[in-house]
């Protein structure tokens, strides 16, 4: 099955700075990069996601990009708001049914 | 319904006695999920349907731990003679499947979440 690890576990930044999450895969065969958000109390939500055949996409002030061949693909966060506050998971897969594993998460701090 | 919906939202009941929680994921949904997450902790899987089907049961627990999905809608997520380490949040996920693409799935959609505690 597929081995999911997130890096870091944690992350406190400024608001106003960056943010930047990895994710590293085990299974070559993965082919759907996803990220999602889960805010205190809340549902997990998807909030952006890649193909294969796609290196890095961008939606306003986030982004991912992957790295197929080093099997790790990383969610960027520019000009973080306070509202980026909350716990951040990968969930990479392969195109075909299965289990899906989650990372274990990063919790993402962001202070005014 | 607009979004999945589990059922109850919160249950607490003593240690040894059963539950039931239940999910009604998005109409036409054929894959549904189930995690489990407890406090402050990450996205446990348990199993998934493919329709009523569950090819893979290998995240349950314990043969305490039971599932069924009828008519490829409902799911039912059963715990026997509950222990108190069976307290958390029970998420249950349901995904469609992406057109165009063979044995493609897309988003999950994450219904609010039984929280459950034994006492």
């Known amino acids: 099955g597929e081995n999911v690890e997130q890096h870091p576990s944690t992350l406190s930044v400024q608001e106003g700075d960056s943010a930047v999450i990895k994710c590293t895969y085990s299974?070559?065969?993965?082919?759907?990069f996803p990220w999602y958000k889960q805010e205190l109390g809340k549902r997990p939500q998807l909030i952006i996601d890649?193909?294969?055949?796609?290196g890095e996409k961008k939606d306003q002030r986030i982004a991912v990009t992957l790295n197929k061949t080093a099997k790790h693909f990383s969610l960027h966060i520019t000009e973080t708001q306070p509202e980026d506050s909350a716990v951040y998971f990968c969930?990479?897969?392969?195109?075909?049914?299965?289990?899906?594993?989650f990372g274990a998460g990063t919790q993402v701090v962001v202070t005014p | 319904g607009a979004g999945v919906s589990q059922s109850p939202s919160n249950k607490v009941t003593e240690k040894g006695k059963d539950v039931e929680l239940r999910c009604d994921p998005i109409s036409g949904h054929t894959a549904l999920y189930w995690y489990r997450q407890s406090l402050g902790q990450g996205l446990e899987f348990l199993i998934y349907f493919q329709g009523n089907s569950a090819p893979d049961k290998s995240g349950l627990p314990s043969d305490r731990f039971s599932a069924e999905r009828t008519g490829g809608s409902v799911s039912t997520l059963t715990i026997q003679r509950t222990q108190q380490e069976d307290s958390a949040v029970y998420l249950c996920?349901?995904?469609?499947?992406?057109?165009?693409?063979?044995?493609?799935?897309?988003?999950?959609?994450f219904g609010e979440g039984s929280r459950l505690t034994v006492l």
């Open positions: 969930a990479p897969r392969r195109d075909s049914w299965g289990k899906l594993q």
């Open positions: 890649i193909r294969s055949n796609v």
């Open positions: 996920a349901s995904s469609y499947i992406v057109r165009g693409v063979a044995g493609a799935l897309g988003e999950l959609f």
């Open positions: 299974d070559s065969a993965s082919n759907y």
